[in-house]
């Protein structure tokens, strides 16, 4: 087991949702969730991220079978935001962070927040062209459908114009 794990109830508080949708999602999506030896699921850093990815496309409006075709990308991009390097900018001197209390300890968390927000924001960004990309994709289906449903309609009248013509003719041949 990896070293940051977290239980059903520690998931639960960080991602924000219940326990029985996060179960939910995993069934329906397939996600290989980690067990203990006594068979209870932990989740890794990964799993939660990926949680709080589908519930962010779950606001944006998508329907988890989208959310499944987007898994294998999201969890790609995951794996690539969990990578953090930190370090310390040069323009301030290590005096300056040893005369701070706790100055480089500050200082570290304020680089390692600035360094998830921006894979954060390059996360969303990559999550936008893929939702725009999916929704592309959805309208030239329904333009497709609709093309499909006007040739039928065109066929349909072609085919009773056919017979009312020979209709016509029936008729002209039994009133001559």
């Not at 699921?41 to 991220?49: A, P, V």
């Not at 390059?122 to 959805?138: G, S």
Request: glycine share 4%.
């Amino acid at each position: 087991m990896e070293k940051d794990t977290y239980l059903i109830s520690e998931a639960e508080k960080l991602t924000g949702e219940k326990a029985h949708v996060l179960r939910y999602w995993e069934e329906e999506l397939g996600l290989p969730i980690g067990r203990n030896p006594m068979g209870h699921r932990y989740y890794t850093t990964q799993d939660i991220q990926i949680f709080l990815n589908i519930k962010e496309l779950k606001k944006k409006g998508l329907h988890l079978k989208a959310i499944r075709d987007l898994l294998p990308k999201l969890r790609e991009a995951t794996a690539k935001t969990e990578v953090l390097t930190v370090s310390v900018p040069e323009e301030v001197p290590e005096i300056v962070c040893d005369l701070m209390p706790g100055g480089a300890e500050k200082m570290a968390e304020e680089v390692l927040k600035s360094a998830r927000a921006e894979q954060q924001e390059a996360f969303y960004r990559i999550l936008d062209r893929l939702i725009d990309q999916l929704l592309l994709q959805r309208k030239q289906e329904e333009r497709c459908r609709r093309v499909d449903e006007a040739i039928r309609r065109h066929q349909q009248s072609q085919r009773e114009a056919a017979a009312t013509l020979e209709q016509n003719r029936k008729r002209r041949k039994k009133n001559a």
